[in-house]
């Protein structure tokens, strides 16, 4: 194509956002399907393909009809209008679903069964001793907790919440009953009604099993169903279904009107219930004339229903994932490892003179994220401490971090904390925490209008002999401890000047409106950081001009930022060589002729969610590290507070191009887009068999100098990825 002009903005040269993101939950619905992944990590894959699907409609599908609504025509980076990507989307979900379905009645359910773990799907399957048991578990313990509501010409139908479970009844009058007036508009009418399946009960009930060696359970709903005639009494009930509702759940927040945006938050929070009806589960065999009540009532389209072959809500199964006494069926437990620089330190040596020898690199949830909190906690406690400074934008709900910070004001301290209270699903928590830190005295940032504040970054000021020093953590993931546990991040813990004065500067920007003169390490969104991407790819492409090597190896979560795709095309047209490693969303495309033949694109799923940001580039020999907490999208570079920090201890960046190293070798977990726009898993023949997580946990625990089988007990708890929506 020598000569050619190629016009990188192509439409062709790219995929829909949502689409990909669709690709990326279909890789993990793969995992669910992979024989070689233990049976219950086998559940857990399904179970969060179930979750992805329910936020990503709340959010990007639910954004996509309000365009339609608005008559918004403009089309996306791939030449798509909304109207042709909710077409597209809704086709390719339906599929999708069905194979979720597939997985679970085909695969999952008989190889529980093989496993003498047997869930009965119908209540009218119960044997008799099984059906007494479940009709006392009825009575004593849902009955009391049931509100079942009937709709007639006096009771209107119903609110349904989103994403509650409920069961849809045709009820009709018995013809032995009285026929008091009451009763006689309901003479021969057939009424609908509906009971929500209550939250606060267990999903699934463990059940006698009738054989030896054999455990039975049941989903609540079929215990209410088979008991719905003790709700309606003087009713017979024609049938009955279970239903699931999806709600636009996209907060609408108008900043520059919004006198208090705290207020407004919790104003916008009780909206999220009663949203637009976006999608309509129910079970494929249920009666036409009930559908056809519910479908008048949420005013939901043929395309937004969605029969299904089995329970409904499949993020069940991670409670099926927590049932005691099958470890065999899962992986072994990982206890997350020492920090090695922090755990050789001499008895009794403080962490800040630690940081002072050197910068500490941390790679969770493979090391141990308490360093983070002894770092806050030391801080909070630490006579020679003047101030601590921080971004909060997801935490754990018993924050260990933000207790401290609390403590820390108690203490007298300057504290200043930013609470992101615009992070999506996690508004009301955050609101919480933020007027605890200010009843406790810290001054408590509410994010600024019209930006979130993505970053992670806390600055800790202390007083010391030859002066005053700050101490800087910077990292890709948030300060939260159980998250920390599942997501796999990085940070560094440092104390050198230029950091610190950078830190200082986005501290009296996110507080003041203060924007420095220059920055002397760091790089944020959304003022400079965009334009220091391009300049480091542009670097790369003057590099491979002069007839230099080189190369671009990015690890993040999502790449749909149409500049950044255009100039990584640029830059492999003119030599240069990129291995990307993008876990979820990919809108670049590979394999096009003269565009993308140097570009590869891999993508990581396992047992913990891919989440660190990792950027290196070759330099020309003179190699550059970065770590950030943004993506490669337009929100990241355009509508954020972000940071992107350089690594400049030869151990940290030797540790982040090793991580990188590592991945790009995976063979077992890694899937490779190809140039029809599939993924595939890599083909093993003739290469070692490597799982870059497995080879982590390996190593943290060589480091460690730990060779005893862990003892620690399991933790279940695991934060579905979203890897669309909860970074």
Known sequence: MAGTVIDFTDPAYYTNRELSWLDFNYRILEEARDKTNPLFERLKFLSITASNLDEFYMVRVATLKDMVHAGYTKKDLSGLTAAEQLSAIEERAHRFMEKQYSTLNRSLLPALKNQHLVLVADHRDLTPEQAEFCDGYFLENVYPVLTPMAMDSSRPFPLVRNKTLNIGALISRKKESGEGKAHKDHKGKTLFATVQVPSVLPRVIEIPSGEEGVRAGILLEEIIERNMGRLFSGYDVVCAYTYRITRNADLTIDEDDADDLLEEIQKQLKKRQWGEVIRLEYEDSMEPRLLKVLKKEFGVREEELYPLNGPLDLTFLMKMYGIEGFDHLREKPWVPQPVPAIASRAEGEDLFALIRRRDIFLHHPYETFDPVVEFIRSAARDEAVLAIKMTLYRVSGHSPIVAALAQA?????????????????????????????????????????????????????????????????????????????????????????????????????????????????????????????????????????????????????????????????????????????????????????????????????????????????????????????????????????????????????AAARHILDVQLSDTLKAHELQPDNTYEKIDLRGKARIGAQAQFMKEALEAAGATAPQSAARDRRFIPAQPAGRK
């Open 409 to 653: 004001a108690e203490n007298g301290k300057q504290v200043s904390v930013l609470v992101e209270l615009k992070a999506r699903f996690d508004e009301e928590n955050n609101i919480q925490w933020a007027e605890m830190l200010e009843k406790a005295g810290c001054h408590v940032i509410y994010g600024l209008v019209g930006l979130k504040t993505h970053s992670k970054i806390a600055l800790v000021v202390r007083r010391e002999e030859d002066g005053i020093r700050r101490y800087v953590h910077l990292a890709t993931g948030n300060y939260n401890d159980s998250t920390a546990r599942l997501y796999t991040d990085c940070g560094i813990m440092t104390c050198r000047e230029a950091y610190g004065e950078d830190a200082t500067a986005v501290f009296n920007m996110l507080s003041g409106y203060s924007e420095p003169g220059h920055w002397n390490r760091l790089a944020l969104a959304p003022i400079w950081l965009r334009e220091k991407f391009m300049r480091l790819i542009d670097r790369e492409i003057a590099h491979a001009q002069a007839g230099e090597s080189a190369h671009i190896i990015a690890k993040m979560n999502s790449l749909c930022d149409r500049g950044i795709i255009a100039r990584l095309y640029r830059a492999s047209a003119a030599g240069v060589k990129i291995d990307l490693i993008v876990r979820g969303i990919c809108c670049l495309k590979v394999g096009i002729p003269g565009v993308s033949e140097n570009i590869t694109v891999r993508s990581l799923v396992g047992t913990f969610l891919e989440h660190a940001r990792i950027f290196c580039f070759e330099n020309g020999g003179n190699e550059e590290l970065y770590m950030a907490s943004a993506d490669w999208m337009p929100r990241n570079l355009d509508k954020r507070v972000e940071i992107l920090f350089p690594l400049e201890d030869e151990a940290c960046r």
